[in-house]
């Protein structure tokens, strides 16, 4: 089996203002500090998302991100996401029940409206009609729906919501296997669903066409994107030709982190109370970013957000990381299989910066630089994570379980032979089924 390489431990001081809550998050569940990171950084790129678009070398850009997080079981991924999404969970929970009051009153201001008008139509005829009409006025308007966070929607489901619901939303899962291996992206659907799912990061217009109902178009709409996946989902996911050629992978943020399970250390109770008091405050800043009314126009379900500048030291220091992105996909450079990813670094470095700037300072008007080093040292951080994931690929179980029972044999069986029931008799705990050993 080749020689894996290990992964890059997380870059803490590049996290900008989210670096005392991943470091929170990390503290309290013991989870590899990747995981924290990504359930941090994704919970921030949902917040700042609908307030406004980011300055790049190539025009403008949304603020979302999509992340993909690998982790076996037992990883504490739940909790990472769970800690990370409190406060988003609470406040959509009280926009619900406000809402529900508010449907209510509609379905019945609604129904009275109807009521008038198809007596206005009965029982007048000419002006008189027209000039009732014209009294009565437009329908009530339904209120939009608050729903803040997806965690396993078909797209027909996405595009409902956002069909009657707010602009801005999150589709985040820790188990995001149900959506990778569910009824979205099976092998009829995986391809729409990608191509959807890479339309709402590029900030691009989406398409509905049914034949029971006229084309929809969506525009202005915004999806932050976070999924916990297993290994085996990973494997299958990362060497799927349909979804590397598609570009859905190109536009993911990975993270496949060490396991610490078996080497996680008890916190004592001061450091806790620190890291609780510190998420704190990390939820009350994302709670005044909720309360700032999304930007837009005539239509409330479509954003209008404004452009967040470059300043121009940020902007030169982008000019820099976009051309050393460039060199590197060369054919003999250390991006030269990743190419997708390599060049869309810079337009991710320019968002993963500005996601920084909004969540410090909401009426910021420009990226200052050192955001921008943030962004830039992060987005090399991704880069190497890609090279490792899709350059070299991932080893699958077949050849983990192999090579675990070849160490076995070298290291515990002195015989010359050895048949399949004694492996599954005396060999290693892992190996207890005949089929499995037949497979490898």
Known sequence: MREQEGAQPVPIELLGPLTPAVDAVGTLTQAPLANALQSVLGVASLVTQGLANVETLAGHAPLSLALLTVAQSGERKSACDKLALARVCEIEQDRLREYSVARQKYDLDLEVYDTERKAILRNCDGLEREADLETLGPPPSAPLAPHLLFGDPTLEGLLRH?????????????????????????????????????????????????????????????????????????????????????????????????????????????????????????????????EIPLPTETDPRELAPRLLALSADARSLLRSFAQQGEVAQQPDGPCAGIQGVASKAAEQAARIAAVFTLFEDPDAGEVPAEAMVAGIGLMDWYLREARRLLDNGPVNQKTRDAEALRCWLVEHWVENEIDIRTVVRRGPSRFRETAQIKSM
């Open 162 to 290: 956002f069909d009657e619901g707010q602009p801005s939303v999150g589709l985040f899962s820790d188990e995001g296997g149900q959506l990778l291996g569910g009824h979205a992206m099976n092998t009829e659907n995986k391809l729409k669903t990608a191509a959807a799912i890479s339309k709402l990061w590029d900030g691009s217009e989406i398409n509905r066409a049914r034949a029971s109902a006229a084309a929809t178009r969506y525009y202005h709409r915004r999806l932050a994107c976070h999924l916990m996946v297993q290994p085996l989902v990973a494997e299958k996911l990362l060497g799927d030709p349909t979804i590397r050629d598609q570009g859905f992978l190109s536009r993911v943020l990975l993270a496949w982190p060490e396991s610490r399970i078996g080497f996680r250390a008890e916190t004592s109770d001061d450091e806790r109370a620190q890291a609780e008091r510190t998420l704190q405050a990390f939820h009350e800043r994302i709670e005044r970013l909720l």
